[in-house]
């Protein structure tokens, strides 16, 4: 069974989320996706659930019922045949949970408001937060005919905790605290999502009558948990892929600051070629659709000023740092910086703002796969 990028991706991101544990992947054929190595035992087995040979444990797993892939990882002395098992057995449930999700076309495939949140996650994952990858699978096909409101959670006095602490495990701790409540209030995947953005909390929530209410217990609780305050900006309900973007970008511009950079972690933080990858699984109709009113401007670009684009990829990849930027394509940091500000003024956007140096990345990754189709 030849497994999709997709699915290569949202798998090797789950292992690195979910274990310590080095756990290996391999076609049914035995060959590791990753490296040279061959794996004979593979090879000259038909598994149906997992197995044990000599020191090492194989889990078989299915996507849509039909085994996709084989995963292996070495017993560790200490650990005796019981817990391996279990452990294995809840792997390859929760494994094959996820790839469900991530294989379910059943909303379609159109590109909506919340496939572009997926990717500004994708973006932004730098730490352990998101490491429900089951959530994430199921925001792929969320049900986006429901009207929902972005929720904008700011902790009073955050800042200033953040600023004043020369403790940042204690900070660290204190976003986790939060983050844990936003998603303790999550009652349904279907109906409700939260994110940490920087220091501050995206709750993306749908609309009902019990929408004030709802907020107010997730306020109290904060307050019970870390004797603060919190604020709630609540957004205009968000239809369309359009209408989303506006109010996020609106949200996050009115209320942006600069504590999360006494955490030491990046705003950005791009895998080499990891979002392309993920966006190669997208539909040549549905790239079509989000780079449509760019696409002219992009193919303009694309031919008469190729250095613009490298040095925005780059700029981006290196977390919008003009002097990293220059070290890595060993040009001059103005240099850097007059072509992102060319690169502006020809697509009317302003790419120092994180927001629109993201969108414009995306779009040129889904520009690039469809020129190379074509």
């Known amino acids: 069974m030849h497994i999709s990028k997709l699915n290569l991706l949202f798998t090797k991101k789950f292992l690195s989320d979910i274990t310590m544990y080095q756990i290996e992947m391999f076609d049914l054929k035995g060959n590791n996706y990753f490296t040279n190595e061959f794996d004979l035992y593979i090879s000259q087995t038909q598994f ?39 452990f294995a057995t809840t792997l390859k449930n929760t494994l094959e949970t996820s790839l469900d999700f991530v294989n379910d076309y059943s909303y379609g495939g159109k590109i ?3 496939n572009d949140f997926l990717t500004e996650l994708l973006l932004r994952d730098t730490s352990d937060l998101f490491n429900n990858l089951l959530e994430r699978a199921n925001l792929l096909h969320f049900d986006h005919s429901v009207t929902r409101r972005l929720v904008l959670v700011d902790i009073t006095h955050f800042k200033k905790v953040v600023r004043n602490s020369s403790d940042k495990t204690e900070v660290q701790e204190n976003l986790n605290t939060v983050h844990k409540i936003l998603k303790n209030s999550i009652y349904s995947y279907s109906e409700y999502a939260a994110y940490l953005y920087d220091d501050k909390f995206v709750l993306f929530k749908k609309e009902s ?6 907020l107010l217990g997730i306020r109290e609780e904060i307050m019970e948990e870390l004797a603060l305050g919190s604020q709630f900006v609540v957004s205009r309900p968000c239809l369309t892929l359009e209408s989303y973007r506006t109010e996020f970008k609106k949200m996050t511009e009115l209320h942006e600051n600069f504590a999360r950079k006494n955490l030491n972690t990046p705003i950005f933080f791009v895998d080499d070629n990891q979002i392309e990858l993920l966006l190669t699984s997208v539909s040549n109709n549905d ?24 040095t925005l990829i780059q ?3 290196n977390n919008m740092d003009t002097k990293k930027t220059s070290e890595s394509m060993y040009i001059h940091k103005n240099t850097v910086y007059y072509r992102i500000k060319k690169l502006s003024e020809l697509v009317n956007s302003d790419l120092f703002q994180p927001y629109n140096c993201t969108f414009l990345f995306i779009q040129l990754c889904l520009f690039r796969n469809l020129n190379l189709q074509s």
């Open 48 to 86: 149906v659930d997992v197995a044990e040979n000599k020191n090492e444990i194989y889990i078989p797993i299915a996507i849509q019922e039909e085994i996709g892939f084989i995963l292996r990882f070495k017993k560790v002395d200490q650990m005796n045949s019981s817990y391996t098992l279990k």
């Open 112 to 114: 909506d408001m919340l």
């Open 209 to 214: 009558n019990n929408f004030e209410q709802d």
């Open 287 to 310: 790239q079509h659709f989000f780079i449509s009113n760019s696409f002219p401007i992009l193919t303009e670009i694309s031919k008469s000023n190729h250095d613009l684009i490298e």
């Open 315 to 317: 700029f981006f990849k």
